[in-house]
T-cell receptor, first 109, second 111 residues
């Protein structure tokens, strides 16, 4: 399986702190994507990083990709209570986007 | 608002029944994906359609089927429902191999 697997499963931090989530996968990929899901809602795309890219930024988000280690990380800087959600990485292989189990992030005021 | 719509929002039914979930993709997106999200299995890819044709299959049970119509909307049919089929069912659409846009989901409860 080329499923992405996130680590940690759950993360609890204070507002203003940075949150780092990691994702590992097993096979070669076309791209890797991060999504966010508020409880019971649909997933929202955050950022896509292609296999030939090493780092990408979007606002307070920073994503890195290390294809030699088959891993990616998502950093959320200066977290806010509104960042409380589950975060999923998803790896794109042939015609499929396979999601990991997610990291549940709780940001406390 | 992702531009993907799903109906109904909630569905409560009994074991053994059959239900149909409907999805309308974003305007212009040819690909539609169906996912099942349950507490114990996480987000599971079920099936993908592209411009009316099945393109990829995931962990979809034989009791489940889907189709995409000429107007690009899609339906997921779930039959002989079991308690374990209770889950959130998401539809997503995309224009390419990039990001997918998810609908709000249909929460299915099988009693």
């Amino acid at each position: 399986s080329q499923q992405g697997e996130e680590d940690p499963q759950a993360l609890s931090i204070q507002e203003g702190e940075n949150a780092t989530m990691n994702c590992s996968y097993k096979t070669s990929i076309n791209n890797l994507q991060w999504y966010r899901q508020n409880s019971g809602r649909g997933l929202v795309h955050l950022i896509l990083i292609r296999s030939n890219e090493r780092e990408k930024h979007s606002g307070r988000l920073r994503v890195t990709l290390d294809t030699s280690k088959k891993s990616s990380s998502l950093l959320i800087t200066a977290s806010r209570a509104a960042d409380t959600a589950s975060y999923f990485c998803a790896v794109r292989g042939y015609n499929k986007l396979i999601f990991g189990a997610g990291t549940r992030l709780a940001v406390h005021p | 608002d992702s531009g993907v719509t799903q109906t109904p929002k909630h569905l409560i039914t009994a074991t053994g029944q059959r239900v149909t979930l409907r999805c309308s993709p974003r305007s212009g997106d040819l690909s539609v994906y169906w996912y099942q999200q349950s507490l114990d299995q996480g987000l599971q890819f079920l099936i993908q359609y592209y411009n009316g044709e099945e393109r990829a299959k995931g962990n979809i049970l034989e009791r489940f089927s889907a189709q995409q119509f000429p107007d690009l909307h899609s339906e997921l049919n779930l039959s002989s429902l079991e308690l374990g089929d209770s889950a959130l069912y998401f539809c997503a659409s995309s224009a390419s191999l990039g990001e997918q846009f998810f609908g709000p989901g249909t929460r299915l409860t099988v009693l």
